[in-house]
């Protein structure tokens, strides 16, 4: 159950992964594939994208923590 937003990061991370491997498999074996180096650097830029997301969506909730913490 990918509820929470830093778990739908990780979702998407690891689909967007699969599919890159996958794709670059597919050409690196020589087979001719729809998807083109530029689409390849795309994806990877989504992948980065969501990781970013996703470490700043985990961590401002530990700061948050920390913050009330510090505070008590």
Not at 13 to 36: F, P
């Amino acid at each position: 159950d990918y509820t929470g937003p830093a778990l739908g990061y990780v979702f998407m991370m690891n689909n967007l992964r699969y599919i890159g491997k996958k794709a670059y498999g597919l050409s690196y074996k020589g087979h001719r594939t729809k998807l083109d180096d530029d689409w390849l650097q795309q994806n990877t830029a989504k992948v980065g994208q969501n990781l970013e997301l996703y470490q700043r969506n985990s961590w401002n909730k530990m700061l948050d923590f920390l913050k009330i913490v510090t505070n008590e």
